[in-house]
């Protein structure tokens, strides 16, 4: 499970730096390729989180004892969606 926290950590990281971007883009004169060439990289990222994100909360499912840390992540995760949602939205 350590490599997938390994790539949730990259993936986390790689998606806010995505977000700032556009937030920044938003705030200024962007053109519209510019704004769709942003939306397309945050929807790769969000994808790639998602994924790991999903087969992390698969694991801790299978551990009784985990019950805990698997809410945690879900509701990181219902984070990072919500934000991917919000930036979507403004995008078009």
Known sequence: MSV???KQRSLCSSFTKC???IEEALKKDTSLTD???L???I???FTMLDTVQEHILELLLSDDLVSSEYEADFTKAEKYRDK???LSAELE
């Open 39 to 41: 939306q397309r990289q």
């Open 19 to 21: 977000c700032t971007s």
């Open 84 to 86: 991917m949602n919000q």
């Open 35 to 37: 704004l769709y060439a």
């Open 4 to 6: 997938e926290r390994v």
């Open 43 to 45: 929807m790769d990222k």
